[in-house]
């Protein structure tokens, strides 16, 4: 387990009243079908925040799908975008100890504090990267959140290797900076 999800957890109790495995026990009781819901019950059942309830849910998650089984699932068809994944996060990695990178169905969440990005295979030859840029004006490769709707502000297409460019780095760690 990487150093920030550990602190993450270790913080679980000050920051939410009760431990994971608690938190665990909680959802075990419950029969939620999508990670969504369950987020948005320990939020206004529990008055947990966005962050530890997406990260209690993503490990509850986990004791019945490793979260390398997820992001393998998601790139079954889409094996040529695997190397621009592979690539975003070795390179968001690097930003600091401090981010808890997050499978689910069909995406990878980044978060700091806050999600800051989203990684998705949207097509069979594009990844779409979702940043959370608030006041940022559209321009060069940052597009509007297009089918990411509200969970970002923007969008920036990938289709290759070389798109991971110091562009794309810039906007990456600029989202990652505002997540405090």
């Not at 431990?19 to 947990?48: C, P, R, Y």
């Not at 997406?54 to 390398?68: A, G, H, R, S």
């Not at 790139?75 to 190397?83: A, M, N, Q, T, W």
């Not at 562009?167 to 600029?174: G, I, Q, R």
Request: glycine content about 6%; aromatic content about 8%; charged content about 25%.
């Amino acid at each position: 387990m990487d150093k920030a999800l550990q602190t993450i957890i270790n913080n679980m109790p000050e920051k939410t009243g009760k431990k994971l495995e608690e938190w665990i026990q909680i959802l075990a009781k419950e029969n939620f079908d999508k990670h969504s819901i369950a987020v948005k019950f320990l939020k206004t059942e529990h008055g947990v925040t966005h962050g530890f309830a997406n990260t209690i849910v993503t490990l509850f998650k986990d004791k019945d799908e490793p979260q390398q089984d997820l992001v393998f699932n998601q790139y079954i068809g889409k094996e040529s975008l695997k190397p621009i994944y592979e690539m975003l996060i070795s390179q968001i990695k690097l930003f600091g100890e401090d981010i808890v990178i997050s499978p689910k169905k069909g995406s990878v969440s980044l978060i700091r504090k806050t999600q800051f990005a989203l990684i998705k295979p949207a097509t069979k030859t594009r990844i779409d990267l979702g940043l959370k840029l608030k006041g940022v004006a559209v321009q060069g490769c940052l597009e509007n959140s297009g089918p990411f709707g509200t969970m970002c502000t923007h969008r920036i297409q990938l289709t290759g290797i070389s798109d991971v460019d110091p562009e794309v780095l810039k906007w990456l760690s600029m989202a990652y900076n505002k997540s405090v």
